[in-house]
């Protein structure tokens, strides 16, 4: 079992909605990263924390905001969203951001 | 500069046939090049990695080649089964920043068995 865990799996929301994803890493790394999975796409990297200090932020729209409270917790909140928005969002953790990644289940977010 | 180009978008193979997917990187300073194995459902899990000082690695049934004048890599899996259906990412990246990779597309690998 996977040592990075996200909730919700799943989540339907409004584009007028607020809502937040969890990611709880067990592993003892110092950061952690969000990703966003499109079909037939890339992974795109979107934020980097490293010891709870964001160190990159891929020119992601505001509309996502990301929370790192401590080195195993990160949150992603999200408001007013677009339908394009709608994708796969992993989470993972590295024991630095030197080393290799680990990934959470993901998230599977729909915006309608 | 920074792409990685994954082909094919999607494979079938019979059992026990050689599954082979490919990808070409343009960015001469990566020297840190894994590969990523997706299963329904689940986040992508490090499969094996090689470092250009080598052409080719293999663990168990899986092989890595690297030609480093092509930029080009791939991975071979032999004996392939129906438990190795799942999405597969090349990446690419340096090894002193082994979290700050280049993916490629992805594959979809599908065994009959």
């Known amino acids: 079992e996977t040592g990075v865990t996200q909730t919700p799996r799943h989540l339907v929301m409004g584009m007028t909605n607020k809502k937040s994803l969890k990611c709880e890493q067990h592993?003892?790394?110092?950061?952690m990263y969000w990703y966003k999975q499109s079909a037939k796409k890339p992974l795109e990297l979107m934020f980097v924390?490293?010891?709870?200090?964001?160190?990159e932020n891929n020119s992601v729209p505001s509309r996502f905001s990301p929370e790192c409270p401590n080195s195993s917790h990160l949150f992603l909140h999200l408001h007013t969203l677009q339908p394009e928005d709608s994708a796969l969002y992993l989470c993972?953790?590295?024991?630095?951001?030197?080393?290799?990644?680990?990934f959470g289940n993901g998230t599977r977010l729909t915006v309608t | 500069q920074q792409q990685v180009k994954q082909s094919p978008q999607s494979l079938i193979v019979q059992k026990g046939g050689i599954s082979i997917i490919n990808c070409a990187y343009e960015?001469?300073?990566?020297?840190?090049f894994p590969w990523y194995q997706q299963f329904p459902g689940k986040g992508p899990a490090l499969l094996i990695a090689?470092?250009?000082?080598?052409s080719e690695k293999k663990e168990g049934r899986f092989t890595i080649s690297f030609n480093k004048s092509a930029k080009q890599f791939s991975l071979h899996i032999m004996d392939s089964q129906p438990g190795d259906s799942a999405t597969y990412f090349c990446?690419?990246?340096?090894?002193?920043?082994?979290?700050?990779?280049?993916f490629g597309e992805g594959t979809q690998l599908t065994v009959n068995p």
């Open positions: 993972a953790s590295s024991r630095d951001i030197n080393s290799p990644l680990h």
């Open positions: 592993l003892g790394h110092n950061a």
């Open positions: 924390y490293s010891l709870e200090e964001r160190v």
């Open positions: 960015n001469t300073a990566f020297d840190y």
């Open positions: 090689i470092r250009p000082d080598v």
């Open positions: 990446a690419a990246g340096r090894e002193t920043s082994g979290s700050r990779l280049t």
